[in-house]
């Protein structure tokens, strides 16, 4: 199921997962996507935002696993996929690759993080 992408590309309180700090990361994503499709040959900022997911998704992957989540193992599948597939994106980054980061971390938090509320430590 698609959820609607925000224009302009931003977080917003309907991604609220309400656990702060990764809220804070998640609005972090948001802006290193924008940034990156502001300028879609800028390889600093690809690094970038591969740096942002990878950091989030250390720090999400350690509540999950701390609290004992039960759908760990596949939630940390979907986030090694994206990592490896934005390190295979070419630059400059086609207007098809930027609406699939966009949708992705959109489809994401709603569609996956959203099941963890309320269930972290």
């Keep these: 199921m698609g959820f609607d992408v925000p224009e302009p590309y931003k977080w917003d309180d309907?991604?609220?997962?309400?656990?702060?700090?990764?809220?804070?990361?998640?609005?972090?994503?948001f802006i290193g996507?924008?940034?990156?499709?502001k300028a879609p040959d800028?390889?600093?900022?690809?690094?970038?935002?591969?740096?942002?997911?990878?950091?989030?998704f250390s720090t999400e992957e350690?509540?999950?696993?701390?609290?004992?989540?039960e759908e760990f193992a596949a939630h940390k599948t979907i986030h090694d996929?994206?990592?490896?597939?934005?390190?295979?994106?070419?630059l400059p980054i086609s207007i098809e690759k930027q609406t699939w980061a966009k949708e992705w971390l959109?489809?994401?938090?709603?569609?996956t993080d959203f099941k963890y509320k309320g269930k972290l430590n």
Excluded at 62 to 69: A, I, P, Q, R
Excluded at 106 to 111: P, Q
Aim: proline residues 0%; negative net charge; contains cysteine.
């Design 14 to 29: 309907s991604f609220m997962v309400f656990y702060n700090t990764l809220d804070e990361e998640h609005k972090g994503l």
């Design 106 to 111: 959109v489809n994401h938090i709603k569609g």
């Design 62 to 69: 350690g509540m999950l696993e701390s609290s004992k989540y």
């Design 42 to 56: 800028n390889q600093a900022a690809k690094e970038s935002l591969y740096k942002l997911c990878a950091d989030h």
């Design 81 to 90: 996929k994206f990592l490896t597939d934005l390190k295979g994106v070419v």
């Design 33 to 37: 996507i924008f940034d990156l499709c």
